[in-house]
């Protein structure tokens, strides 16, 4: 018995999830009451349940998920996972009562009363005597998610960015802080503009990536529209609403993105500040999206999409976003919007530029996945030549066309012998 439990357990701690299903099964057949393998099941079915909600499987994750929960309902991690998942197919009431059950026997667990405040701040509006605009009665359209480490400085500027956006006067904008366990005092800050306003969620955790900081803003969310708003750029006053508006009127459109000017200094403002150029974005090609990243700092796209593709991969570092929407493009639209909306902070200090070594490894990773995907035949090739050749001639300078065109021909040499795709 204690040799099939510890083949279990070495199978699931290597993700070796079909075979350590099948050994537990087995298992479980012989002895059916024994509760380490009823705690491992529950653990193998939290691992498959989270496995497949990332992927977008939401049935089958569903079903693993209260399987978990049925089995061991007072494990925090289960407990955790299925409030999660409740709340963003919006059983708001059904995550609470989970919540709540569960903090009557652990009143300590600061993690779930952090969730629990969380959520109850999505159907209870926040209120304050000096909110000079009533917003609370309104239906929130965007929710801006603001991850935060160490980011003290630009923390102010940030939200005063987000709470002078047209759509937040008119109530429609959310601003969803994840303090992703910052050394700095940026809570203090958020706390002073919740006195003033509404409609600002703040929840701090672990230190973790920014993706998977992103998919904690995400999945408390209640805006239909999600936007990511860096704490270290700005937006003009009306950008926001410009790209609800624009998703409203276009269903058949899953994400935006728009053109951004760069400034070098920080802290400054859309109206006021110190360009040193430009990022004009091209119009959308996924053949061109596969080969290099082209949306931009500040897209906006539906939240419902997480719902059919999953969330970020919290794994990465710097090419998250571009890997999601690749995910994404096999079946959305996506629109380029010819309008400078944003500022954008140029500074070596960001992501892509801290660790170059991992952010080519994410790169190589998202090759291998998508090029054979979206660029598999001749055909994909050559439509893609043609839209760099015809971008190149228009003179978007945000690609690397000579990197672009390497790639190109050397795929087109590999394919060249490939059935074309009918």
Not at 68 to 80: F, K, M
Request: some cysteine; hydrophobic content about 35%.
């Amino acid at each position: 018995m204690d040799i099939k439990i510890n083949t279990i357990r070495q199978l699931i701690n290597l993700a070796e999830f079909d075979e350590a299903e099948r050994f537990l099964t087995e298992a479980l057949n012989q002895n059916p009451n024994s509760v380490e393998l009823l705690n491992l099941k529950a653990e193998l079915s939290l691992k498959l349940g989270s496995t497949l909600w990332e992927k977008g499987e939401i049935d089958r994750s569903l079903d693993y998920l209260i399987n978990a929960l049925e089995i061991n309902p007072n494990n925090r991690e289960i407990v955790l996972k299925c409030g999660e998942v409740l709340t963003t197919l919006e059983q708001i009431e059904s995550a609470k009562n989970l919540y709540e059950a569960y903090l009557k026997k652990n009143p300590d667990d600061e993690e779930i009363a952090h969730a629990l405040k969380g959520i109850e701040k999505i159907s209870i509006p926040l209120k304050h005597k000096d909110i000079e605009v009533d917003v609370a009665d309104k239906k929130i359209k965007v929710s801006a998610i603001v991850s935060t480490y160490n980011s003290e400085r630009f923390m102010h500027g940030c939200l005063e960015d987000l709470v002078n956006q047209t759509l937040y006067q008119k109530g429609e904008l959310e601003i969803v802080v994840i303090d992703s366990g910052s050394q700095q005092n940026e809570k203090n800050i958020v706390d002073q503009f919740r006195k003033r306003f509404k409609n600002i969620v703040y929840l701090r955790t672990k230190r973790e990536t920014i993706y998977a900081s992103w998919n904690r803003g995400i999945k408390i969310a209640s805006g239909k529209y999600i936007t990511n708003a860096n704490t270290d750029d700005r937006h003009r006053s009306d950008a926001l609403e410009v790209m609800s508006e624009i998703l409203d009127q276009n269903p058949h459109i899953g994400l935006i993105y728009a053109d951004v000017i760069v400034t070098a200094t920080e802290n400054e403002t859309f109206s006021k500040h110190t360009p040193i150029g430009t990022f004009r974005q091209p119009d959308y090609s996924r053949e061109l999206l596969t080969l290099q990243c082209f949306i931009g700092p500040q897209p906006m796209w539906r939240k419902s999409l997480h719902k059919k593709y999953g969330f970020f991969d919290k794994s990465f570092t710097s090419s998250g976003d571009w890997e999601f929407w690749l995910r994404i493009a096999e079946g959305t639209n996506m629109l380029h919007i010819p309008e400078l909306l944003g500022l954008f902070l140029h500074s070596s200090k960001i992501a892509e530029y801290r660790n170059i070594e991992k952010r080519a490894k994410e790169d190589i990773t998202i090759f291998s996945k998508y090029i054979p995907r979206y660029l598999g035949t001749v055909q994909d090739i050559k439509r893609a030549m043609l839209t760099a050749q015809t971008f190149e001639q228009k003179g978007f300078l945000c690609l690397n066309y000579a990197r672009i065109k390497n790639i190109l021909s050397f795929l087109m040499s590999q394919a060249i012998t490939k059935p074309e795709r009918v």
